[in-house]
C-alpha cells in the first residue's frame, strides 16, 4: 500500500502544481494513477511458476502420472494459487501424493506442513483402529517429516507436521494457505461423535493469515441424494454443504473451478465411493462390474478456492 500511496500524493502534486484543467482532466488523471499504482501492485505479488510445476510433475513417478488424468495436479495447484516461498498446510498427506510435488514446487523458500486426523478421532473407525494402531498414531508427525525427507526433490525448505487438535499456537496467523484435498469426509462423518471437521476449521483458520486461503477438493455427491447419504460415511459430501461449513466458520468462497468434476459419476444412495478405481471396492472379482465401474473412472469431486475473512 505504500507503492501507491506514494504514487498517488505524486500525481496529485503534479496536478495542483500545474493547475486546474477542469473537472473531466482530474478525474482522468485519478483514473489512470490509480490504474497504474494497481498494475505496480500486481506485479510486485508473488505469482504461479507453471513451468517449474510442469518440470517438478513430469520428473514424478510413472505410478504418480498414471493419476494425473484424474487428479490434475497442474490446474488444481495453479486454480488454488500456490506459489513458490509459500507456507502451505496439506490435511490428511498420506504417503505424499501431493506433498511431493509441493514440497520441491514450494522451494527453499517455503515451507510444507503435513496435518493428520486428531488423535482423538482414530477410535470412531473401530476394526482397524485397535490401541496398537492408535499408539503408534501419536509418532505419526515425527515420522512423516522424516518419510518427507526423501521428497525434497533438491529444496531446502522447512517440513513439519503436527495433528489437529495440537496444533503449536506459534504457528498462528503464519500460513499462506490449507489444502484439504479428499480429506474432508471422515471429519465430517464423526463430527457428531468429536466435533472434528470444526475443530479442523478452527485450526485451519486461526493458522491462517489474514486473506490466507484455503482449498478443497472432495468427492462430491449429487444434491439430490438423501442428506443422511451425504455426510461423509460413503465418502461423498454435497458441494452446498461444504460451503456452508466453512462459510460458518469464517471463510468465504472465492471460485469454484470444474478440473476435477466426472459427470459419469452419479452415484445412488446405496453406492460407495469406494465402488470406484483405484479401490473397486467390490468388484475386483467381477470382471464385468470392474470393467463398468473402470469406465465410470474416479470419483466426481467438487474444487472449491475459500479465503478467510
Known amino acids: ?90 490435511a490428511l498427506p498420506g504417503g505424499g501424493w501431493y506433498s511431493k510435488i509441493l514440497i520441491p514446487y514450494l522451494g527453499d523458500e517455503g515451507q510444507l506442513i503435513g496435518v493428520d486426523y486428531s488423535i482423538k478421532m482414530w477410535p470412531e473407525f473401530g476394526g482397524f483402529a485397535n490401541a496398537e494402531f492408535i499408539e503408534n498414531r501419536k509418532t505419526w508427525a515425527s515420522e512423516w517429516v522424516e518419510d518427507a525427507q526423501d521428497w525434497r526433490g533438491g529444496s531446502d525448505g522447512e517440513i513439519s507436521a503436527f495433528t489437529f487438535g495440537d496444533r503449536n499456537p506459534d504457528m498462528d496467523g503464519k500460513v499462506d494457505a490449507v489444502l484439504f484435498v479428499r480429506a474432508l469426509h471422515n471429519m465430517a462423518r464423526f463430527e ?4 472434528y471437521l470444526s475443530e479442523a476449521l478452527a485450526d485451519t483458520y486461526a493458522m491462517l493469515k489474514p486473506g490466507g486461503l484455503v482449498g478443497v477438493v472432495q468427492h462430491q455427491g449429487p444434491e439430490t441424494n438423501d442428506d443422511e447419504w451425504a455426510q461423509g460415511d460413503n465418502g461423498y ?66 474444487t472449491l478456492l475459500f479465503k478467510k475473512v
Open 192 to 195: 457428531d461423535e468429536g466435533g
Open 1 to 90: 500500500m505504500k507503492l501507491r500511496t506514494l504514487f498517488l500524493a505524486g500525481v496529485a502534486l503534479t496536478f495542483a502544481a500545474c493547475g486546474n484543467n477542469g473537472a473531466d482532466a482530474n478525474k482522468s488523471a485519478s483514473e489512470a494513477a490509480l490504474k497504474a499504482s494497481t498494475q505496480a501492485e500486481t506485479q510486485m505479488m508473488p505469482k504461479v511458476d507453471s513451468a517449474k510445476l510442469s518440470t517438478i510433475l513430469a520428473a514424478q513417478s510413472d505410478d504418480m502420472k498414471a493419476r494425473y488424468d484424474a487428479r490434475h495436479p497442474q490446474e488444481t495447484i495453479e486454480f488454488f494459487g500456490i506459489t513458490p516461498g509459500m507456507t502451505v498446510a496439506e
Open 237 to 302: 459430501l454435497k458441494k452446498s454443504d461444504v460451503i456452508a461449513k466453512f462459510k460458518a466458520a469464517g471463510f468465504e468462497l472465492v471460485k469454484e473451478s470444474a478440473v476435477n468434476e466426472n459427470p459419469k459419476d452419479v452415484p445412488t444412495n446405496e453406492e460407495v465411493v469406494w465402488r470406484l478405481p483405484q479401490s473397486l471396492r467390490g468388484s475386483r472379482d467381477n470382471p464385468e462390474l470392474k470393467a463398468k465401474m473402470e469406465a465410470i473412472g474416479e470419483s466426481n469431486r467438487m
